[in-house]
């Protein structure tokens, strides 16, 4: 028996198109997150970017259950006194929708120089139209995922 290693030439990265209009926000990023890491293929090893592109659409319409979107709060702090700035749900949605997914979903990924090349591979558009056609078309991807 031999064991197979997953080598960096092996790795075929396919484009995923997903729809988030009307989908939860914590459900939906850590299936970005999973299809970013690559772990939906059986070539998965943890210590390789072995994930695909995704390209997220209608990101203003994403929702969020109970009071989180009067209650959940972004955070960035600027480093002087008096610099940390505060942004609901609400606020970021109507003025960042992109932010909102790419938050999620960075949060769900490994915190080092592997992840940052993961989240690379994240495009998030607001809207239903996105440049990325030529790819996407060359993959043949469907919006759930699956091959057609």
């Not at 990924?109 to 440049?131: E, I, Q, T, W």
């Amino acid at each position: 028996m031999k064991t197979y290693s997953t080598r960096a030439r092996d790795i075929e990265r396919r484009w995923h198109v997903v729809d988030a209009s009307g989908k939860t926000l914590g459900r939906f990023a850590s299936q970005i997150a999973s299809l970013l890491m690559g772990k939906h293929k059986p070539i998965y090893v943890p210590n390789l970017d072995t994930g695909d592109y995704v390209v997220v659409l209608n990101a203003a319409k994403i929702r969020v259950t109970g009071n989180k979107a009067k209650q959940k709060i972004y955070y960035r702090y600027s480093g002087y006194p008096g610099g940390l700035r505060a942004v609901t749900f609400e606020e970021m949605l109507a003025t960042h929708p992109t932010r909102v997914i790419e938050h999620a979903v960075k949060g769900m990924l490994p915190h080092n120089r592997l992840g940052r090349a993961m989240f690379k591979k994240l495009k998030v558009y607001a809207g239903d139209s996105h440049p990325h056609q030529a790819q996407v078309a060359g993959s043949k991807i469907t919006a759930e995922g699956s091959r057609s």
